[in-house]
């Protein structure tokens, strides 16, 4: 018995050996027992880490400093392996693209309607969570992809140092007039990152323009998310998305988060009101060197990190008045929740409070073109542009065909009262799925604003004591849901950095009645399933 090279499924650069003697089943499947791992003590511990096996009966360390090549670990269970990477299974891929996900069981997604996604092998999922809480408007948009044609067949690139474009001109004057800023100016890009990366050197050109060299001090908070690229990521507060790249993180600096369920609580790096949460950003900037703050950055409600949660009454307004006082810029980050993902066109507009930048990507084009942008007040654009050109750029940014598709999107969503579906089917969401989850032994807390809705799991309700990292219990919930032909967002870390799970719906505001009554029963059996089977008893003791 040992592994056998030719049946070896790469994942990630890692091998997964199995059963020679077992043999797959008809579709490849491999019953959990027949799993091998051949890897050294420091692969396997590795491999732990990243997800693919979770170990239980033994302590971690017994079972992994056995001697290991080719040999069987009962104590070891595979979490995503439970079928190999199998060319020959319909519609799965044995491919070569790098995923984003451990799983070698993706489905192979091959069209899309309204909420409703399909594989090739023609299985349907409902589309719970719009990808990354991206397809406000919904799958298979015809007249964007006209649009979005006919504009790259006349004119797909002109650089943005060269040429301006009447699409581009044409939409910042259509969104401008949604945007909760001031006489706005953007500065279109191709993603929520590269958004966030150029807002902070636009915050840093504000300041170096007005002569203000000494402020490059930037504040975000713990329980946020503003990307992955280094900059952006440095700026976040996703302790799960940082840890293996602390190394070169460090240059921004992080207050509390605004997360009542979880305030005060040991390691949660979080506080409940409005005034505590003020004091403390108006102590940093004070303790700092003077005139050295750069820039606020926080998401109006916290998308994926902390599951939907809204900031405390009077939390933004007393944000942006400390801001203003110590000549520092507020910039929110509305890539989740702008463009009606809330219920509103923009985060803001629920306390009417106005950024001096604004940060945008996913809804604003829906999935239809990589795209995001930076929206600077007139005040900040003026400033930055007459002190001379703003020392910044990316080949793919300015995009025409990006334009065009974002300005069907503006026109669908006004046009079909999108927005305004979004608050009322949101309110339905969040309402039912709160009763039929009342009380239930995992659910913690049920929240959000409009079709941004969060699920807090816990071990136990009573304490908000969470599960522990290795139960894996929000990666069981998406992997059951999706089982169950339902597709959910999902987040994890949220009580101390490592423990804590969350499950985040964002579906298109083209969601139907018959479809959010289909996501809170499916939600709902998937919860029980996994407390009854997936859900260890015992609560995380870090
Ligand atoms: C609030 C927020 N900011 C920034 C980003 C990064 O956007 P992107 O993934 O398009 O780079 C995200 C992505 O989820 C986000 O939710």
Request: glycine residues 12%.
């Amino acid at each position: 018995m040992g592994l056998d090279e030719g049946l070896l499924g790469r994942v990630l650069g890692i091998s997964v050996g199995r059963d020679e003697m077992g043999g797959p089943d008809r579709e490849g499947l491999v019953p959990d027992d027949q799993l091998f791992i051949g890897l050294d003590l420091a692969s396997a511990r590795a491999f732990d880490q990243l997800g693919v096996f979770q170990v239980d009966g033994p302590p971690r360390s017994t079972v992994l400093d056995t001697p290991v090549a080719s040999t069987r670990f009962p104590a070891i269970r595979p979490t995503y392996n439970r079928r190999v990477t199998a060319p020959d299974a319909p519609g799965h891929a044995a491919g070569r693209v790098f995923r984003r996900s451990l799983d070698p069981d993706l489905p192979v997604a091959v069209s899309a309607y309204g909420s409703t996604i399909r594989d090739a092998a023609g299985r349907e999922y409902l589309d719970a969570a719009g990808g990354a809480i991206v397809v406000n408007v919904g799958h298979g948009r015809s007249e964007i992809a006209r649009t979005m044609a006919d504009q790259a067949a006349r004119l797909a690139y002109a650089h943005g140092s060269a040429f301006t474009t009447e699409p581009l001109e044409a939409y910042a004057r259509d969104v401008g007039r949604y945007l909760p800023v001031d006489d706005p100016s953007i500065y279109p890009v191709s993603g929520g990152s590269e958004a966030i990366e150029t807002a902070l050197k636009l915050a840093r050109a504000y300041h170096l323009a007005r002569g203000e060299t000494g402020r490059w001090i930037v504040f975000s908070r713990w329980g946020s998310y503003h990307g992955n690229t280094l900059g952006a990521l440095d700026l976040s507060g996703r302790r799960p998305l940082r840890r293996p790249y602390e190394g070169w993180l460090g240059r921004f600096r992080h207050v509390s988060a605004a997360y009542p369920y979880r305030a005060g609580e040991p390691n949660a790096q979080a506080l409940g009101s409005a005034d505590e949460l003020a004091a403390e950003l108006e102590r940093a900037i004070e303790t700092a060197e003077p005139d050295s703050v750069a820039a606020f950055v926080g998401e109006p409600i916290v998308g994926a990190t902390l599951g939907a949660v809204a900031p405390p009454d009077g939390y933004w307004e007393a944000i942006a008045d400390v801001c203003r006082r110590h000549g520092v810029l507020l910039i929110a980050d509305e890539v989740m929740t702008g463009f009606g993902r809330t219920g509103r066109w923009f985060g803001m507009d629920h306390w009417t409070v106005r950024p001096d930048i604004l940060v945008a990507a996913k809804g604003a084009t829906s999935g239809y073109w990589p795209f995001g942008f930076v929206a600077a007040s007139g005040e900040v654009h003026d400033t930055v542009t007459m002190a001379g050109p703003f020392v910044h750029g990316f080949t793919y940014s300015h995009s025409p065909v990006g334009a065009v598709a974002a300005r069907e999107v503006l026109r669908i969503l006004d046009s079909e009262g999108l927005v305004d579906a979004s608050a009322v089917k949101g309110e339905r969401l969040r309402t039912s799925l709160a009763a039929r989850l009342a009380g239930h032994p995992i659910v913690g807390d049920v929240r959000g604003r409009g079709l941004l809705v969060g699920v807090e799991l816990v071990a136990d309700p009573a304490t908000h004591a969470p599960f522990p990292r290795a139960a894996r219990v929000s990666e069981s919930i998406v992997r059951a849901a999706r089982d169950r032909g339902l597709l959910v967002y999902s987040g994890t870390g949220s009580a101390n950095g490592v423990d804590g799970d969350l499950i985040l719906l964002g579906p298109p505001f083209v969601v139907t009645d018959e479809e959010l009554t289909q996501i809170v029963d499916v939600l709902r059996d998937t919860v029980d399933s996994v407390a009854e089977t997936g859900a260890p008893r015992e609560a995380a003791t870090g």
